[in-house]
């Protein structure tokens, strides 16, 4: 099946500095990618969803100078958490859709971020 | 925008009994489709199974089995014969024709040995 690779697994930060995220499609190309939020025991609520080529799409409330996206290429797209503070501590995955008809999600593995 | 609901936070059977996991959903589409994922404790969401709203008949993998009620806006997923392995939390999601994705907010399933 199809494959999306996410770095790192877990992160730890101080308060201030930013994170990286890296979602990557190891076998298909994607155009579009979602990226998630998830607090402990909860569901994953959609933050935005990254387009190849283009802006990303926000969801409402969701900060676009604090998460920014860039989908560079048809199988990368990163999430750079700016200016941690502690609050941004939460599990976040990627996932993406695999075309043509993109009736299937595939998700990475996640990661988790700890900011000080 | 379409909701997804999942009426069961928790959930437990014993193990190789049978249980059902509730999903309801709310649209106006006539075209989606409808998944269940188990994330276990690694937290990596797996596929378990999905309908295509315009098929009548349930879709079924292995043990897995859906009730697929179009008119009611339910979908339900029996898991047969239920293993230790089978012990996570699973959320109903509702694809739309848009290409977006919704999630429930999970049912957690205890496997009782």
């Known amino acids: 099946g199809a494959v999306v690779s996410q770095h790192p697994s877990w992160v730890i930060c101080k308060s201030g500095t930013s994170v990286k995220i890296e979602c990557r499609s190891l076998?298909?190309?994607?155009?579009?990618m979602f990226w998630y939020r998830q607090f402990p025991k909860q569901s994953l609520m959609l933050m935005a969803t990254s387009n190849e080529g283009s802006k990303a799409t926000y969801e409402q409330g969701v900060e676009k100078d604090k998460f920014l996206i860039n989908h560079a290429s048809l199988t990368l797209s990163t999430l750079t958490v700016t200016s941690a503070h502690p609050e941004d501590s939460s599990f976040y995955i990627c996932?993406?859709?695999?075309?043509?008809?993109?009736?299937?999600?595939?998700f990475g593995s996640g990661t988790q971020l700890s900011v000080l | 925008a379409q909701t997804v609901t999942q009426s069961q936070p928790e959930m437990s059977v014993q193990e190789a009994e049978t249980v059902t996991l509730s999903c309801t959903y709310d649209t106006s589409e006539s075209d989606y489709y409808l998944f269940w994922y188990k994330q276990p404790p690694s937290r990596q969401m797996i596929l378990v199974i999905r309908?295509?709203?315009?098929?009548?008949q349930n879709a079924t993998e292995n043990r897995f089995s859906v009730n697929f009620q179009k008119a009611a806006k339910s979908f339900s997923l029996k898991i047969s014969d239920s293993q230790l392995g089978d012990a996570a939390m699973y959320f109903c999601a509702y694809r739309s024709a848009s290409n977006q994705f919704y999630f429930g907010t999970g049912t957690s399933l205890t496997v009782i040995p």
């Open positions: 076998d298909f190309q994607a155009t579009t």
């Open positions: 996932s993406a859709p695999k075309t043509p008809s993109g009736e299937k999600l595939f």
């Open positions: 309908q295509e709203a315009y098929k009548q």
